[in-house]
């Protein structure tokens, strides 16, 4: 299975295409969206897409690495992640074959 990615302006065509928006006007709507999703993440909130997943923020307390090369211990410093849970609508999609008619892509 061939591994692909999904970019900024791959999505900004498909509303183009889809809505029938100007490719400017697109742009600027899958621009205001990823905002949109962003602000809410870094002021702590979930973002819920219906049928699709949740995205939160975890706060992951100090700790101990090692560096893999040398074996010598690293602090690794509390930070906050992104964590996506899918919907179970997105996993029997998934598990189907059938991801938002994306399977045949190349």
Request: glycine share 10%; hydrophobic share 35%; net charge positive.
């Amino acid at each position: 299975m061939a591994r692909n990615t999904i970019t900024r302006a791959e999505l900004s065509e498909a509303v183009y295409r889809e809505v029938g928006l100007s490719r400017d006007e697109s742009g600027k709507l899958v621009a205001s969206v990823f905002d949109k999703i962003s602000g809410s993440l870094a002021e702590g909130s979930t973002v819920k897409i219906s049928s699709f997943g949740s995205f939160s923020v975890r706060e992951k307390g100090q700790r101990i690495g090692r560096n893999p090369k040398t074996g010598e211990e690293v602090p690794i410093l509390p930070r906050r992640v992104v964590v996506f849970r899918a919907s179970h609508v997105l996993k029997d999609q998934i598990n189907r074959g059938a991801v938002l008619g994306l399977t045949d892509r190349e």
